[in-house]
């Protein structure tokens, strides 16, 4: 079984609504982070977090909240989506406590179509 | 702010041949983390390779290598013997203290078989 997983895998929604990313893992990490990678951008961090209750705005923070419901879970909701937010989500984790040259362990993405 | 460039969008080879991505960056801190991963097109994120910047010595990986040039802020990742297997993007990514990961825009690798 995948140690990082996301859902759904891909979603096509409509300007306005609201949408939730989904990400579980059972690597027992405590750190966790969402990316968005565009064509051309390489991929951008939106929010992280380093335990439950350390959440922290990333670079592109702006049109997206973050919920960290416990250790393994980490979701991403997009309060009324753009089109401009269209793009491929990635969740990653990575180790206990550890330094910043950990390996960060990425899920398999999100595929977001804002129509 | 910190920043890293690939300068190079997509790059080819003959497979069992030599290649060589770039990657430059800027920053003014003394103590980070270089690493390369690889997106194939099953659009996964795979770490390839990682160097601390306080060693000099560049890191290798079976296949996979790199040149470390701390003074000159390069960091570029030698591929030998390529293999079909490697086509893929290759991300070069910085990381120092405050964990967050600022990445390369990525060079796409194809291989001719």
């Known amino acids: 079984d995948a140690d990082v997983t996301q859902t759904p895998r891909n979603r096509i929604t409509k300007t306005g609504k609201r949408i939730m990313l989904e990400c579980s893992q059972t690597?027992?990490?405590?750190?966790m982070y969402w990316y968005r990678q565009d064509p051309g951008l390489g991929l951008r961090l939106i929010y992280y977090s380093f335990d439950v209750k350390d959440i922290n705005k990333g670079e592109i923070s702006d049109g997206y909240s973050v919920s960290r419901q416990a250790q393994a879970k980490f979701s991403l909701s997009l309060e009324s989506a753009i089109p401009n937010q269209t793009a491929l989500y990635f969740c990653a984790t990575s180790g206990l406590g550890g330094a910043p040259y950990n390996e960060q362990f990425f899920g398999p993405g999100t595929r977001l179509t804002v129509l | 702010a910190q920043t890293v460039t690939q300068s190079q969008p997509e790059m080819s080879v003959q497979e069992a041949e030599t290649v060589t991505l770039s990657c430059t960056y800027d920053?003014?801190?003394?103590?980070?983390?270089l690493f390369w991963y690889k997106q194939p097109p099953s659009r996964q994120m795979i770490l390839v390779i990682r160097?601390?910047?306080?060693k000099q010595q560049n890191a290798t990986e079976n296949r996979f290598s790199v040149n470390f040039q701390k003074a000159a802020k390069s960091f570029s990742l030698k591929i030998s013997d390529s293999q079909l297997g490697d086509a893929a993007m290759y991300f070069c990514a910085y990381v120092h203290s405050n964990y967050q990961l600022i990445w390369g825009a990525g060079t796409k690798l194809i291989i001719k078989p």
């Open positions: 690597k027992g990490h405590d750190r």
């Open positions: 160097q601390e910047a306080y």
């Open positions: 920053t003014s801190e003394s103590d980070y983390y």
